[in-house]
């Protein structure tokens, strides 16, 4: 296992080039099985969720081939309709196969995914959707066993806007025979990505990005090409790394009108953020004022910047509340914080972050993706060093994170544990 050691105290300068979206990226190859043949994806991030998700399309018989950033995965084979156990506790998104292999096959056997580092993951409306399409589904020694000898389309309301229940139902209902109607859908960047390749291939969505999305179901669809959108929360992170080391710096090839919410915190704060059409420019200063979030869905403040965020406001001025309302028990960076000095207070799902003069480096662990890279942030800022463990939680998420962050003149290096 690799630890990264930051030494905090640079000030970040220059420019960076933004990645495609994880959260894109994973139900788009999932998508590749709705048609028969080979689809390509490009801008693709080179990340350990990209390479499992590219384990479970291979599992099935599909054929991918990774080239550089570009997918190309060939359906044409695919002969098998399951799901792992061993790949889906290590990615909960191998989830995303369920909607597909119902919609072309009619068959399919995923394991349950289990909880996570912060606390219970559900998947009860990821399966009643599929139910509400027409399938039989039971579960059996931890596995959902889903049987559709055809789907129909039907109206599906969320009692939440799920991001993954959404794109399962969407693409299980793109196959369905009619039409379906996802009432209280996810509005995020990545679901409209999804509806776009969807359609790329000879679907009929309409609304993706809107809380009702219609769906005209489709008997067959064709392979497609597509470009991920960039990862607007890598954007937010190397946002809040210039402002948390009031550095200067660019961020190039990204999309400033997915990150608003990020933005306006942090000219709350102080901070100069100024957009163009894919750069955002950031200016951050020492001490910038403390200011309060709660997360929610698109467009609302992210949950996955929520730790992030918090390591920012730990050297602010002032004291702040973050409340979390999507993922309650989302806190596991809080400790590993408080190892670097930081006054925070949990109360149910809120933070009360204090001030302090500064952090310290010391040795600490990370434990989910997010929490990692809120890790790294506070290390920038430091003083002395910080050992971060378990990296490979970091690698699910950021592409050569350590890289990008020298580059902009961190002194960070990844090195075995
Ligand atoms: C997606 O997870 C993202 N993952 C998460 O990003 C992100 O935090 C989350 O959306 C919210 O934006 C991917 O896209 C791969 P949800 P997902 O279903 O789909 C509850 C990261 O760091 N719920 O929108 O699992 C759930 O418990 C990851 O990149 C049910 O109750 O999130 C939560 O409270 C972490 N039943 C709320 O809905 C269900 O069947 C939102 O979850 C499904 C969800």
New binding site residues.
């Given amino acids: 296992m690799d630890k990264i050691v930051v030494r905090g105290g640079k000030r970040l300068k220059g420019k960076i080039k933004i990645g495609g979206a994880?959260?894109a990226v994973?139900?788009m190859m999932a998508a590749c099985l709705l048609a028969e043949g080979e689809s390509v994806i490009r801008n693709v991030p080179l990340l350990a969720?990209v390479i499992t998700m590219k384990k479970v399309l291979e599992q099935l018989g599909a054929k991918v081939t990774l080239r550089g950033h570009t997918l190309h995965v060939d359906t044409s084979n695919v002969s098998r309709f399951e799901a792992p156990y061993e790949l889906v506790r290590t990615m909960?998104?191998s989830i995303y196969v369920l909607g597909p292999l119902l919609g072309s096959f009619g068959k399919a056997r995923v394991s349950l995914p289990g909880g996570?580092a912060w606390?219970?993951?559900?998947?009860?409306?990821?399966?009643r959707a599929m139910q509400e399409l027409g399938a039989r589904i039971r579960i059996d020694h931890g596995y959902i066993v889903a049987r559709a000898t055809n789907l129909r389309g039907e109206t599906i309301v969320f009692?939440?806007?799920?991001?993954?229940?959404t794109?399962n139902t969407m693409m299980a209902a793109a196959r369905a025979k009619g039409k379906t109607v996802i009432v209280n859908a996810?509005r995020?960047p990545?679901i409209v990505a999804l509806a776009d390749f969807i359609n790329r291939m000879g679907g009929r969505i309409r609304g993706a990005g809107t809380e009702t999305i219609e769906i005209e179901g489709t008997s067959r669809l064709d392979p497609a090409q597509v470009r991920v959108i960039p990862d607007r929360?890598e954007t937010g992170t190397f946002m809040i790394a210039g402002a948390i080391t009031a550095g200067e710096i660019t961020l190039e090839s990204c999309m400033p009108e997915h990150v608003e919410a990020i933005s306006q915190k942090l000219r709350q704060g102080g901070v100069i953020v100024e957009k163009s059409r894919n750069s955002i420019y950031i200016k951050g200063k020492r001490r910038i004022n403390s200011v309060d979030a709660v997360t929610a869905?698109?467009p609302g403040f992210?949950?996955?910047m929520q730790a992030q965020y918090m390591a920012l406001m730990t050297i602010a001025r002032g004291t702040c509340v973050i409340s979390e309302t999507?993922?309650?028990d989302r806190f596991t960076h809080v400790p590993e914080l408080r190892r670097l000095g930081a006054n925070i207070k949990i109360e149910g799902n809120t933070a009360h972050v204090g001030y302090v003069r500064h952090l310290s480096g010391a040795p600490v662990m990370a434990t989910?993706?997010?929490a990692s890279a809120a890790l790294v942030l506070a290390g920038l800022v430091a003083d002395g060093e910080t050992h971060i463990s378990r990296v490979y939680h970091i690698d699910r998420?950021y592409e050569a994170i350590e890289e990008k962050l020298s580059k902009l003149g961190a002194d960070i290096k990844r090195m075995p544990e």
């Fill in positions: 994880k959260n994973l139900p969720d909960r998104a996570c606390g219970p993951r559900p998947v009860d409306l990821h399966i009692s939440l806007p799920s991001v993954g229940a794109a996810a995020e990545e929360i869905p698109y992210p949950t996955d999507v993922f309650p989910d993706l997010r998420g």
